[in-house]
C-alpha cells in the first residue's frame, strides 16, 4: 500500500498557552479580546501569539532573524506577530495591523503530527474499507508505525526554528521591497514581494539557519548523486519562474477547500495537487540556497543581494546589474557567462561533499 501525505495550509493550527502576565501589545490585544486566553511573549521585533510548548524558544528566533536580515540587507522596522492558532481572526487582524504587525501564522510540530495521523487513519480506512474491521486496524496500526519511524523533518526543533526565520525574511523583505503598505489587487495574487520570485525567496533562505542549509546541500547531493544534476533549472528559468509554492495555492483552489485553514491531502488527492502545482519547491529552495552562496562567496560581499536587489528597485533586473557591476563585485559581466561560472561552483561544492 502506497501512500502520499502532504499538508498545505493557508491558515495555521496549534495549541493554546494560558494567559500571564503581559506588558505592552500583549497586554492591549488581551485587554481588546483579540487573543482570548491564548499565551503571549513579545520578542525583539515582533512577538509570539499560541504555542505554549515552544513560545519562548519561538520567541528566541526573532533577533536572530532580523540581526541576519540587518548583516544581508538593511534593519527592519517592521513587526512580526507570530500566531499560533488555527486562523488569525479579522478582528486580530486589525489590531496587528493598527500596531504595526504583520501575522505570520504558524503550525507547531504537535499539530502537524496530529494532522499526519488523522490522514493516514482516515486513507488507510478508505483503501481498506472492503476487510474485516480487525484486519483495517492492524494495516492502521502498521500504517502509522512505519510514519512515526520515517521520523519527518518538521519534527526537529531546529528545522522548525529555521523555517521560522524563513517567513520572518519574507516578510522583512516585503517591507523593504514594497513598503509598509500591503494588500493591494496585485499583491493578493503574488507568493511573497513584488520582486522576482528568486530574489524574494532568496531573501527568506538567506535567514535560515544552519540546520535548514544543511537539509538544502543534503537534497543537492542526493539529486547530483542520483543523476548529476547540479542545478535543477536554467538560470534564465529560474531568474523568471514563478515560486512553484504560488501555483501550489492556485492548484489548492481548484480542490475547492476554500483560502483559510489547514488543509491534510492524502492518496490520490495528493498526488494530484503536486502535478497541478507545476514542481517541488524544495527544488526550488535547495538552488536559491546555491546561489546565495556563490554570490556571497564570490563577490566576498554578504550584502551583494542587498546591492542587486536595490537594482531591482530601481527598475533593473540582475543582466543590467551585472553589466554595470558584476566586474567590480568579483562577478561575470553576462547571464551566460554567470550561469557557466555559477554551475561550475555548485558542481565543485557537490562533488567535494561527495568525496
Known sequence: MRITTIIVAAAFVASAGSAQAEDGPCNEWREAGVIGDLRCEPADGGAVIGGAA????????????FATFAKYFAPSEQKVALVVQPEVSPELTAALAADGYRPLPW?????????????????????????????????VQQALAKAEGAAPAHADPEMEDGAIAHEIGHLLF????????TG?????????????????????????????????????????DADGTVLAFPLDTYL??????????????TLKRGSTGAVMLSGDEADAFLEASGGNPAVFYRQTR???????????DPRILYAIAE???????????LARSGGENGLPETLEALETEFEAWAKAKLVDAAA
Open 311 to 321: 537594482a531591482y528597485r530601481d527598475g533593473s533586473d540582475l543582466s543590467g546589474w
Open 240 to 253: 523568471s519562474m514563478e515560486h512553484p509554492l504560488l501555483q501550489s495555492a492556485q492548484a489548492l483552489k
Open 54 to 65: 515552544r513560545a519562548t524558544e519561538y520567541a528566541q528566533v526573532f533577533p536572530r532573524a
Open 107 to 139: 503550525i507547531d510540530n504537535q499539530t502537524k503530527a496530529a494532522m499526519l495521523r488523522d490522514s493516514i487513519v482516515a486513507q488507510v480506512e478508505a483503501q481498506t474499507a472492503s476487510l474485516p474491521e480487525a484486519q483495517r486496524a492492524a494495516v
Open 174 to 181: 516585503n517591507r523593504y521591497f514594497d513598503g509598509p503598505e
Open 184 to 224: 493591494s489587487a496585485d499583491r493578493s495574487t503574488r507568493y511573497g514581494s513584488s520582486a522576482p520570485d528568486w530574489l524574494d525567496e532568496a531573501a527568506a533562505v538567506a535567514l535560515e539557519n544552519d540546520a535548514q542549509t544543511r537539509s538544502r546541500y543534503v537534497a543537492a547531493r542526493e539529486a547530483y
Open 290 to 300: 546555491m546561489f546565495i552562496d556563490y554570490l556571497m562567496e564570490t563577490s566576498g
